[in-house]
């Protein structure tokens, strides 16, 4: 299975950053990737009552923060509030860059294929083209890193 970057509508970006704004202001946030959006949309059409639609969107969000204390829960309940259907993984910068440099396939995939919706500095993902897809360039770098290491090793043992 290929992981694919994930793609948002126009009136998704634009309710994710008001969920950012809501957290900016209440929370010191270093970066919030969205790593899901799914639109639920219900219809019913019965010969007993008036046809009926309705939609909702749901949003999941891995919010940095600039410390390492976890503070996901107060997070999850702040912003359940105010937008519901919204779910908040929050951990610190340093622990989820940690975890991206030791190759964990959940991190990593959120941080090559999540939107990024808010950062600290005012930074915007660049969006790769088909001919240079961030998955592949990974596995490249990846598999250059194990041959020199067995090229290292053969020559110690040669």
Known sequence: MQNTPIK?????HKEL??????????????KII????????????TCFTEPDCDSSDQY???VMTKENTRIEHQMQDFIGK?????????H?????????????????????NGEL???????TMVQFSEHYPQPGLLRKNIN?????RRSIYRQGHA
Request: with cysteine; charged share 15%; net charge negative.
């Open 34 to 45: 969205c790593f899901a959006a799914l639109h639920c949309f219900h219809s019913s059409d």
């Open 144 to 148: 250059y890193e194990v041959q020199g």
């Open 92 to 112: 610190g910068l340093e622990t989820i860059m940690s975890l991206v440099y030791q190759y964990d396939r959940f991190f990593l995939n959120v941080c090559l």
């Open 60 to 62: 999941y969000l891995l």
């Open 8 to 12: 948002i509508t126009a009136r998704q």
């Open 82 to 90: 105010l937008f519901p259907g919204t779910t908040v993984l929050a």
């Open 117 to 123: 919706v808010f950062t600290s500095d005012g930074f």
């Open 17 to 30: 950053l008001e969920i950012a704004k809501a957290l900016t202001g209440h929370y010191r946030i270093e």
